[in-house]
């Protein structure tokens, strides 16, 4: 069994090289929408920082996708009857990968950082808006005027 999971590999080295270079690819559109993400996050407008996240998912999920389906062709493609230059180019992508994997990861740690500070920013100008909202109804929603729609305190001469 495990010889012919080794001729499969063997035989699909081809797919396993263009599945590795789909991943650098991949990886490569991931570190620019990393990089967008990264200028947006202090932006005052988040509909553009969401629509970067929702692109950056869509690449994740296809990035995955194509990772997987590369991980039956792992085991042969070292064997494979490769030219030496298919299997540098192999090995480039794969220490792309590598290499831009770990520079999006440790940007994503520093953003999520960011984002969570952002958060919370949020969150305590909504207390605080909730706690004024509260203090205004305290005095019956209407604050300076009598039942009747008049205003309670007037400026007069006398």
């Known amino acids: 069994m495990t010889e012919d999971r ?9 797919a396993y090289a263009a599945a590795a270079m789909r991943q650098r690819d991949l990886l490569q559109s991931l570190d620019a929408l990393s990089r967008r993400q990264a200028l947006l996050i202090d932006e005052p407008e988040l509909d553009p920082l969401l629509r ?6 869509q690449v994740i999920d296809e990035l995955l996708d194509v990772r997987a389906a590369s991980e039956a062709f ?7 009857p490769l030219s030496e230059q298919s299997r540098d180019d192999v090995r480039g992508a794969l220490l792309a990968v590598s290499t831009l994997a770990e520079q999006v ?3 994503d740690e520093q953003d999520h950082a960011r984002l969570k500070r952002r958060l919370d920013g949020v969150t305590s100008e ?16 209407r604050v300076g005027v009598r039942p009747d729609g008049a205003a309670l305190y007037q400026d007069r001469n006398a």
């Open 6 to 14: 080794h001729n499969a590999g063997a035989d699909d080295a081809p």
């Open 52 to 57: 970067v996240l929702n692109e950056r998912q």
């Open 74 to 80: 792992e085991a042969g493609w070292a064997a494979a």
């Open 105 to 107: 990861a440790a940007r």
């Open 126 to 141: 909504l207390a605080g808006l909730a706690a004024g909202l509260r203090a205004g109804s305290a005095y019956g929603g």
